[in-house]
Structures are given as structure tokens and as C-alpha cells.
């Protein structure tokens, strides 16, 4: 696998790959990389030819109030975990090189409407962060296909936006949340959690179901499924940001005539922020 942290060796490393013919896909991460990382890897290797991964922290997506300076930074167990998936390249950029004439001066990029309900309503500019970094990474690889999680489901269809709107040649996958056996969606801020926190947090995923099952047995009176929802996770000690079932193409509060809903979840265990999502098709 090819370590490279600028932007140039980066191109050169694409444009070697390009002139043999070769697809390009690649996974962009702030490092810190779990099994759902590595999945995100694996799927790229069975699109492309080559797999390039970037582990950026990236501080424009994060408020003044937030962990950037506390998240978890774990190079080079992160490397060891990108080899035995079979990543080709690694891109590890500073702050400099990506952001050479400061934050302040950055040209950023915003996906009006779907950025700003939610997670956007919860952490203002956070997608506009988002947005920028991962255009910028889009130009700087070049990838045939790029892969996210779903489990960051707004995100992903904040990304989708921006690609469609800017006339980008990538093509965006989700790929499914993957989940410790309690049904925990994984994430790096897990670590956060202690062992009795991460126990109690496996709750968000069985009141999920509880919800999905409810309206796929005809309820549609979505309000009372989600207070009912937010009243049994604060009984387990969790503290609500927003619990909603939207309209999975508009992200507005479901109405009885949509088929195609989501369910989106975060909640605070502790101090610790955990999202979770779950989609839900209506016959």
C-alpha cells in the first residue's frame, strides 16, 4: 500500500493507475477506522481496480464546542487495518495541504435545503465542512466510484446532492450500517462510551425496530410512535437531540401519503452523540 500526504504524489499515484487502464475507487475517513470503515474498503476493491483511502480529521465540519482536538487518532493501527483489506493508497494530507490559505479564506461549498434540518440543525455548519472537504477530496482523486456509510444517512444524501448538482463524474454508494451483535451502529465515537454506556446505547437499535414494526403494521401516526420512542430511551438514561420519521427524498416530517421513510435518530449517552438511522418502505 502507497503512503502519500500530498496532493501532488496523490495525482501522480491516480495518474500512474489511469494510464493503465485501471478504475479508481475510494473511501474518504477521519481515521480512527472500525469494521465499518474496512467494509466501506472492501466494497470499493470489488468495484475498482485500485482503492484509494483518505484519513483526514477534518476541522471545518466541526463546531466550537465539539471534539475535534479530543478525537481518536490511530495511524498507523489505522495503515496495519487498510493493508489486510487490500487498500492500494492511503492518503494522509496535513491541515496545510488541504486548507493552504486558512479556514477563514476557504472557498466552501453548501448543499441548500436537505443541509440544514437535523444533524445541520444540531451542529451549524457541520455540512458545509462536510461539503467542502469532500469536494475537495473528490477533485484531488479523481475516483470512478466513491463509498459511505449509510449509517451517516444525511450525510450521504448531502453528498449525493453535491455531486449530481456540481456535475461530478463519481459515482456515490452507500453501503449498509454496520453493527456490533447488540445491534450498536458502529462508529468511532463508541469509544467514547464506557462498557455499561455502550450496553445501554444498544437500546437506540431495538427501539428502531420497535418504531419500523409499528408502522409496517399500519400505523401511521408518526408523532406517537417517536414520543413513545424518546419516552423508553430516556427511561434508560439517554438525553434526545431529535428522533423523526422524514420523507427519505426530502428529509421533511413523513406524511400518510409517503412510502419512502426514514427514521432518524441522535441521542446523547453521556456526553457522547450517538446517530443511528433506519429506512422504512410502506406498501
Request: one cysteine or more; charged letters at 25%.
Amino acid at each position: 500500500m502507497k503512503v502519500v500526504d500530498s496532493i501532488s504524489a496523490l495525482r501522480d499515484t491516480v495518474n500512474t493507475w489511469r494510464r493503465n487502464g485501471e478504475t479508481v475507487g475510494f473511501v474518504p475517513t477521519m481515521g480512527n477506522l472500525h469494521d465499518g470503515h474496512l467494509k466501506l474498503a472492501k466494497k470499493a476493491k470489488a468495484h475498482n481496480d485500485k482503492v484509494v483511502v483518505s484519513i483526514f480529521v477534518n476541522p471545518m465540519q466541526f463546531g466550537a464546542n465539539e471534539d475535534l482536538d479530543a478525537y481518536p487518532r490511530t495511524i498507523e493501527e489505522d495503515k496495519a487495518k487498510l493493508i489486510s483489506v487490500g487498500a492500494d493508497a492511503v492518503f494522509l494530507p496535513s491541515v496545510a495541504e488541504m486548507y493552504p490559505a486558512g479556514l477563514d479564506a476557504q472557498t466552501f461549498v453548501e448543499v441548500p435545503g436537505i443541509s440544514d434540518s437535523h444533524c445541520g440543525a444540531s451542529r451549524p455548519g457541520h455540512f458545509r465542512g462536510v461539503a467542502t472537504v469532500v469536494t475537495k477530496l473528490f477533485n484531488m482523486v479523481q475516483p470512478d466510484d466513491a463509498f459511505f456509510g449509510e449509517k451517516d444517512f444525511q450525510q450521504l444524501q448531502v453528498i449525493r446532492a453535491l455531486a449530481r448538482d456540481l456535475s461530478m463524474a463519481v459515482k456515490v454508494h452507500g453501503v449498509p450500517t454496520e453493527r456490533e451483535t447488540s445491534g450498536l451502529a458502529m462508529s468511532s465515537r463508541n469509544g467514547y462510551l464506557t462498557d455499561t454506556e455502550k450496553a445501554t446505547a444498544s437500546a437506540i437499535f431495538a427501539e428502531m425496530q420497535r418504531l419500523k414494526a409499528g408502522i409496517e403494521s399500519g400505523n401511521t401516526n408518526f408523532v406517537q410512535l417517536e414520543n413513545a420512542m424518546v419516552s423508553n430511551l430516556e427511561a434508560k438514561g439517554f438525553k434526545k437531540d431529535y428522533c423523526q420519521v422524514v420523507n427519505a427524498a426530502t428529509f421533511e416530517p413523513a406524511s400518510d401519503s409517503d412510502k419512502e421513510l426514514v427514521l432518524l435518530v441522535a441521542m446523547f449517552m453521556g456526553k457522547t452523540r450517538l446517530i443511528d438511522n433506519m429506512q422504512i418502505t410502506r406498501d
